[in-house]
């Protein structure tokens, strides 16, 4: 895979270290266990995949070079390049400058902008109506688009399923970026509906059988559906596409209940089951796949707790986090300042979106046993740091060099 130039200063040292040594021997990926790092009272798992991923790379790369190419212009990004607080702050502090918040409400308006300024579309990608907005500006957003790779497959994908006359169901966050860029894509082609999770889908299931009224379907999917859906014609043919972070599970069981749905409602067997429902495997992105493998491998361990790192608005983090506390304790923070003691850690809880502070998170016995992974929008550094800090609270812990050297 293409190696990207990204600032130093998100690197650690450490974990370049082990994932080239993790790269060396299993060449195929086909070991997901995760890296012991034995530092005596206390014991650390390292997940095998996680942190910056291809398109967060390529877009840190593209945003870094165009802020030292272009000395003395205006440089904006439409919303967060990705969904880190860190990377944020620190283009923000390079002068860049944020158009839109996560939501897509304006910070800044786009009539203060003039063709003589440089937009950053994020790896999230954009709508078609901004990209136009751009445009009629006179602001190219070919040379200064960072959408991922990734997002563009599921774009692409969704754009075959339209050409074959399906209707496009899109398992995402209504208002994440990703799906708001790629319903905007999908609904250029075909009708397209936005499902948030499985409740939405059994939802959106009793009016494909007609079970529930359709004038109901308006109110209830609002703002989730295309212009000039139509409930009693557009659900004769469906696809299903989804936000490349989703959690995997989810994604595949949606895609079987609608699947099961389309069967039961027309009677359908393998031979004309394409007639109605579109054969789409699911478009999570590989970082995605490898990070939840290795979350679920990793879990496999008899932990104490687990510690994920990332944004607090990161889908990809959030979804680490769910499998993790299906298992132990597990405390999802942004930052290793979280850790404010060996007594106490502040932590998000995504489920109310809350910060919590909870005392007594490191248990008494020794050895201490921790799961730590990160989100793919995460810097490595940042996970070094939280490693430094929970080891510095153990007095006859090992250096890290001894650790390191240990892996050789
Ligand atoms: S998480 Fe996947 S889709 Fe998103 S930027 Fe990374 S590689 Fe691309």
């Known amino acids: 895979m293409k190696q990207f130039e990204v600032p130093v200063f998100y690197r650690s040292s450490l974990i370049s270290t082990i994932k080239k040594l993790r790269k060396e021997k299993d060449k195929l990926k086909k070991d997901f266990s995760p890296t012991l790092l034995n530092f005596g009272p206390v014991q650390i798992y390292l997940a095998r995949h996680f942190g910056f991923c291809y398109g967060v790379e390529n877009a840190i790369e593209i945003a870094f070079k165009t802020v030292e190419e272009n000395p003395g212009k205006r440089i904006f990004l439409l919303s967060e390049m990705i969904h880190n607080p860190q990377v944020n702050a620190d283009l923000s502090r390079h002068g ?40 009629d500006i006179g602001i190219p957003t070919e040379k200064y688009n960072t959408t991922c790779p990734f997002v563009e497959k599921v774009w692409n994908r969704s754009a075959a399923i339209a050409k074959k006359d399906y209707t496009i169901i899109i398992h995402g966050k209504p208002s994440h970026e990703e799906t708001r860029a790629t319903f905007s894509h999908a609904a250029a082609g075909a009708p397209s509906v936005v499902v948030k999770d499985m409740k939405e889908t059994q939802r959106l299931a009793l009016y494909i059988t007609g079970e529930l009224d359709a004038a109901r379907f308006y109110e209830e999917f609002k703002n989730q559906y295309s212009e000039g859906f139509d409930v009693t014609k557009d659900f004769a043919r469906i696809g299903v596409v989804n936000q490349t972070t989703m959690l995997a599970s989810d994604t595949q069981a949606i895609a079987d209940y609608l699947k099961q749905v389309m069967v039961e409602k027309y009677n359908l067997s393998k031979e004309n089951l394409a007639e109605r429902f579109a054969d789409t495997r699911d478009t999570l992105c590989y970082a995605t796949n490898d990070n939840q493998t290795s979350v679920s491998s990793m879990l496999q361990t008899d932990a104490d707790l687990a510690i994920v790192v990332g944004g607090y ?7 680490l986090v769910e499998l993790c506390e299906e298992k132990l304790p597990t405390y999802y923070i942004n930052s290793p300042d979280k850790i404010i003691s060996q007594k106490e850690i502040i932590h998000f809880n995504f489920h109310t979106s809350q910060e919590l502070l909870t005392a007594d998170y490191l248990p008494q016995q020794e050895p201490v046993k921790i799961l730590i992974t990160s989100g793919a929008s995460c810097p490595d550094i940042l996970v070094e740091q939280v490693i430094e800090k929970i080891t510095g609270f153990y007095p006859n812990a090992l250096p890290m060099e001894a650790v390191a050297q240990q892996l050789v």
């Open 96 to 135: 860049v400058q944020f158009l839109q918040d996560t939501y897509g409400k304006e910070l800044i308006p786009f009539d203060d902008l003039t063709s003589d300024d440089i937009v950053l579309i994020p790896a999230f990608g954009t709508t078609l109506a901004i990209e136009k907005k751009l445009n």
């Open 313 to 319: 608005n990161s889908s990809n983090t959030s979804h």
